[in-house]
Protein backbone atom coordinates (compact mmCIF):
# COMPACT_ATOMS: atom_id res chain seq x y z
CA UNK A 1 0.00 0.00 0.00
CA UNK A 2 1.22 3.18 -0.96
CA UNK A 3 0.79 6.36 1.64
CA UNK A 4 0.43 9.75 0.99
CA UNK A 5 0.61 11.96 4.51
CA UNK A 6 -0.71 15.88 4.63
CA UNK A 7 -1.24 18.57 6.74
CA UNK A 8 1.17 19.73 8.65
CA UNK A 9 2.53 23.09 9.26
CA UNK A 10 3.36 26.06 11.67
CA UNK A 11 0.83 26.43 14.65
CA UNK A 12 1.16 28.34 17.67
CA UNK A 13 1.02 26.38 21.59
CA UNK A 14 -2.25 25.31 22.17
CA UNK A 15 -3.88 25.63 18.60
CA UNK A 16 -5.06 22.61 16.43
CA UNK A 17 -4.05 20.41 13.51
CA UNK A 18 -5.14 17.71 11.22
CA UNK A 19 -3.06 15.12 9.56
CA UNK A 20 -4.57 12.95 6.52
CA UNK A 21 -2.86 10.08 4.96
CA UNK A 22 -4.48 8.71 1.94
CA UNK A 23 -3.65 5.57 0.81
CA UNK A 24 -3.61 3.43 -2.59
CA UNK A 25 -2.73 0.26 -3.93
CA UNK A 26 -4.03 -2.38 -1.60
CA UNK A 27 -7.84 -3.31 0.34
CA UNK A 28 -7.50 -0.20 3.14
CA UNK A 29 -9.51 -2.43 5.12
CA UNK A 30 -6.40 -4.86 5.12
CA UNK A 31 -4.82 -2.67 7.27
CA UNK A 32 -4.58 -1.27 10.77
CA UNK A 33 -2.98 2.66 10.35
CA UNK A 34 -0.87 4.39 12.65
CA UNK A 35 0.93 7.73 13.20
CA UNK A 36 4.33 7.78 14.48
CA UNK A 37 6.52 11.49 14.67
CA UNK A 38 10.21 11.82 14.98
CA UNK A 39 12.05 15.12 16.44
CA UNK A 40 15.02 16.22 15.28
CA UNK A 41 17.99 13.78 17.14
CA UNK A 42 15.35 11.49 18.86
CA UNK A 43 13.94 8.11 17.41
CA UNK A 44 10.89 7.59 15.57
CA UNK A 45 8.11 7.04 18.18
CA UNK A 46 4.67 5.63 18.64
CA UNK A 47 1.68 8.81 18.33
CA UNK A 48 -1.65 6.68 17.68
CA UNK A 49 -2.76 3.57 16.18
CA UNK A 50 -6.45 2.31 14.91
CA UNK A 51 -7.52 -1.08 13.57
CA UNK A 52 -9.16 -1.70 9.92
CA UNK A 53 -12.46 -1.08 10.86
CA UNK A 54 -11.75 2.12 13.48
CA UNK A 55 -12.96 0.22 16.42
CA UNK A 56 -10.15 0.02 18.83
CA UNK A 57 -7.75 2.94 18.51
CA UNK A 58 -4.39 3.20 20.87
CA UNK A 59 -2.78 6.24 21.85
CA UNK A 60 0.53 7.42 22.96
CA UNK A 61 0.53 8.46 26.99
CA UNK A 62 2.19 11.85 25.66
CA UNK A 63 -1.02 12.67 22.93
CA UNK A 64 -3.90 10.87 24.83
CA UNK A 65 -6.85 13.40 25.44
CA UNK A 66 -5.18 15.86 22.80
CA UNK A 67 -5.01 13.87 19.57
CA UNK A 68 -7.61 11.58 18.41
CA UNK A 69 -7.16 9.33 15.18
CA UNK A 70 -9.87 8.22 12.68
CA UNK A 71 -9.87 6.35 9.53
CA UNK A 72 -12.80 6.95 7.30
CA UNK A 73 -12.75 3.42 4.94
CA UNK A 74 -14.75 4.67 1.82
CA UNK A 75 -12.10 7.54 0.91
CA UNK A 76 -9.10 5.37 1.84
CA UNK A 77 -8.05 8.06 4.30
CA UNK A 78 -6.60 8.14 8.34
CA UNK A 79 -6.77 11.17 10.11
CA UNK A 80 -4.95 12.54 13.11
CA UNK A 81 -6.69 15.38 14.69
CA UNK A 82 -4.21 17.15 16.75
CA UNK A 83 -5.49 19.54 19.66
CA UNK A 84 -3.82 21.87 22.14
CA UNK A 85 -0.55 21.24 20.77
CA UNK A 86 2.76 22.08 22.36
CA UNK A 87 5.93 23.27 21.37
CA UNK A 88 7.28 19.48 22.21
CA UNK A 89 4.89 17.99 19.67
CA UNK A 90 7.49 19.12 16.94
CA UNK A 91 8.40 16.27 15.00
CA UNK A 92 8.49 15.07 11.51
CA UNK A 93 5.24 12.96 11.65
CA UNK A 94 4.67 9.88 9.32
CA UNK A 95 1.49 7.34 8.56
CA UNK A 96 2.39 3.73 8.58
CA UNK A 97 0.44 0.66 7.65
CA UNK A 98 0.15 -2.65 9.52
CA UNK A 99 -0.89 -5.66 7.79
CA UNK A 100 -3.87 -7.01 9.58
CA UNK A 101 -4.73 -8.70 12.55
CA UNK A 102 -2.77 -5.99 14.33
CA UNK A 103 -2.94 -5.92 18.00
CA UNK A 104 -1.80 -2.96 19.50
CA UNK A 105 1.85 -2.76 18.68
CA UNK A 106 4.03 0.09 19.29
CA UNK A 107 7.13 -0.86 16.98
CA UNK A 108 8.00 0.87 14.23
CA UNK A 109 9.68 -2.21 12.47
CA UNK A 110 6.10 -3.86 12.60
CA UNK A 111 4.98 -1.54 10.42
CA UNK A 112 5.36 -2.53 6.71
CA UNK A 113 4.39 0.23 4.33
CA UNK A 114 5.29 4.19 5.31
CA UNK A 115 4.24 7.45 3.69
CA UNK A 116 6.97 10.51 3.46
CA UNK A 117 6.10 12.16 6.27
CA UNK A 118 4.80 15.99 7.40
CA UNK A 119 6.62 18.49 9.34
CA UNK A 120 4.64 20.03 12.25
CA UNK A 121 6.28 22.74 14.21
CA UNK A 122 4.41 24.26 17.34
CA UNK A 123 5.83 27.72 18.25
CA UNK A 124 5.56 28.54 22.30
Known amino acids: VQLQASGGGLVQAGGSLRLSCAASGRTFTMYAMGWFRQAPGNEREFVAA????????YYADSVKGRFTISRDNAKNTVYLQMNSLKPEDTAVYYC??????????????????WGQGTLVTVSS
Open 96 to 113: AAHRVPYSGSYYPDDFGS
Open 50 to 57: INWSGGTR
